[in-house]
Structures are given as C-alpha cells and as structure tokens.
C-alpha cells in the first residue's frame, strides 16, 4: 500500500507540474498517467489520456504528437478498469490507423497477452510484424515484434514457423527462444508458490553466470558442418555452393581435414558449428545479403561461433562425434586417417 501512495503522490506532483511548464504537458501527463497506474488507479490515467487526446483546456492545447501511443495505452488501461468490449473496439481503431512506430503495436498486444486472449494477441502481433519486417533486414522494431510473437505462439503451441526460426537467430541470448518462452517457465514466474518463484530465480541467476562466464572466454575459431538433410536443401535452393560442399561425406571429411589444418598451424579455440537453413537465411537477411553470397557461410559461422553455438574440437575420442553421429568420435569422423 505505501508504494501505491508513492505511486499516486508522485502522480500529483507531476500534474502541478504541468501549469509550470505548459510546453511539457504531454510529456507530463503521460507520465502522471503511468505513475496512476502503478498506484493501480487506471480511472485517473484514462482521464489524463482523454485529457491528451481531446483537450478541454482554453485556449486548446497542441495536438498530441502521436495519438496512436496514447490510444494504445488508453486500451490497457480500459482493460484495466473492466470496459473490455470498449478496449478491444479502441484496439481496432488503432489497427486501421497502421501505426509508423512500434511501442502502440508493442502496447496492444501484450495487452491482449496480459489479458489471455492469446489468439488476438498472436493475430495483432502477425500484423505487426507484417508492417515492420522487411526483406531486406531485421530492424531493432522488427526484432522487438518477432521475439513477441514468438512468446505467444509457444504459450499457444503452435509449431514453428519461418518467422519463429528468425526469432531465434536474431535473440543474443544464449538461452534459445524455446526455452525462455517455455510456458511452464512463464507460468512459474507468475505463480503464487514462493518455492516456485524461488527456483526460477535460482535458474534465471545460474544462467546469468553461466552467461558471465562465456563472455569473459575467447569464442573458436569455427568450422561450418551442413548435416545431411540440411546440405541437400541447401543445394538445392542455392546450387551455387555446391562445388564448394559437394556429396555430403566429401562434406564430413573436409569439416575435419579444415579443422586439423587450422590445428597444425597452432591456431587455438577451434570449434564447429551446426548450421541449419533456416537460420542461415534468417542471417543473410540481417546483412542484407543474397543467401547465395560466396562469403556469407564463413560469416554465419562467425556470427554462430560468437552467439556460444559451437562445440570444441577436438572432442575427447570416446566422446560422441561434433557431426551427431551415434558413435564415439574415434570411431567415426576422428578415425585415423580421415584427415
């Protein structure tokens, strides 16, 4: 309860504010209105919203600079105070404005989110991502829209999709998309067993020094390995590279002749990377490249190498081989003679 004073005091401070710098007056009220929120007031940060969006003071004041922002609020906040059909009907309004800026798109479908209407929340957050993904490269708005997406969908079960797999590449993180956005995980997060609340803190805390400590690691120097199935549809959709790969175990057996190569100059860290088309193609759009680029694998290696995807090699001979095989690596790609 004393937060919320705080909250609700600091909302009328910032509104006496607002006869002293009358310039500042949208910037102002939307903050008063944030702080009514916190103080878990919605009624008074409507009020201020429809302050903003059809003034009542004289003379009139400056139009807001981007009403589909304060609309987009004023839906979380109508949710907020119970007028559900009144929120989702200013939701479609804002819809059909196709707002130019992401935070009204962001706003209105972790509302819908919050809310559990997961269904909305995933076809307002397609549309989003239709407006601000591009062929030609991932911007930081598109990347926002794609990682929240990709949340709702898991919590819906949905299987994954193109735009899921770009998701994943462009998180930085080394915990996959999967399993920060697994629903279990979100769920205990929210839960009301101090236990549960406690074990996920602990798991979110080892994974940050796990974090921590990749960072602080040189990352290898890696060597791109096609699985089978991944090499053929390569190939087939960019034959170009196939002079460079050739049969699938020409492939094997050049990944391991490169990497003993690299090892006899005395190069340290080496590693291999699994590449997937999927995610090479989410990398060619995010340099803005023809996947078909001749320089593009060894730069997708790279980028794999440095995001923590590469296992080091050489692997201990009874250890199973970098390429999945379900044998030892002595026995299969680390055989005598092999490179």
Avoid: N
């Amino acid at each position: 309860m004393s937060e919320q004073r705080e909250h609700a005091a600091e909302a009328e401070r910032l509104l006496r504010k607002v006869l002293e710098y009358p310039d500042d007056r949208e910037e102002l009220l939307l903050a008063a209105a944030a702080q009514w929120i916190l103080a878990e007031r919605p009624a008074e940060a409507l009020a201020l919203y429809d302050e903003l969006l059809h003034p009542t003071s004289d003379p009139p004041s400056d139009p807001v600079s981007s009403p589909a922002l304060v609309q987009a609020l004023k839906v979380s906040a109508l949710w907020d105070t119970g007028a559900e059909q009144q929120a989702r009907e200013l939701a479609l309004s804002v819809r059909a404005q196709a707002p130019a800026t992401l935070p009204p798109w962001q706003i209105i479908g972790e509302t819908f989110e919050v809310h559990d209407d997961l269904p909305a929340a995933a076809a307002w957050l397609e549309d989003a991502t239709d407006h601000f993904l591009t062929p030609d490269e991932v911007t930081y708005e598109a990347r926002r829209i794609l990682i929240t997406r990709h949340r709702v969908r898991r919590l819906l079960g949905e299987s994954h999709d193109d735009r899921d797999h770009l998701a994943d590449y462009v998180h930085s993180a080394p915990v996959p998309l999967d399993e920060l956005h697994d629903p279990k995980r979100l769920w205990s997060l929210g839960s009301d067993d101090p236990a549960e609340v406690r074990r996920e803190i602990e798991r979110l805390r080892t994974e940050l020094a796990d974090h921590r400590a990749a960072l602080s690691r040189p990352y290898p120097l890696a060597v791109l390995y096609w699985p089978e199935a991944e090499l053929v549809a390569l190939l087939t959709r960019y034959p170009v590279f196939a002079a460079d790969y050739g049969s699938y175990p020409e492939h094997l057996r050049s990944v391991e002749q490169a990497l003993h190569a690299l090892s006899a100059t005395g190069v340290p860290h080496l590693g291999v990377v699994t590449a997937t088309l999927p995610t090479y193609e989410a990398y060619a759009r995010t340099q803005a490249l023809p996947p078909a680029t001749p320089s593009l694998p060894a730069a997708y290696a790279t980028s794999l190498a440095a995001r923590g995807h590469a296992t080091p090699w050489p692997p201990p001979r009874t250890s199973p081989c970098w390429c999945g095989a379900p044998v030892p690596y002595a026995e299969h790609c680390g055989r005598p003679g092999t490179a």
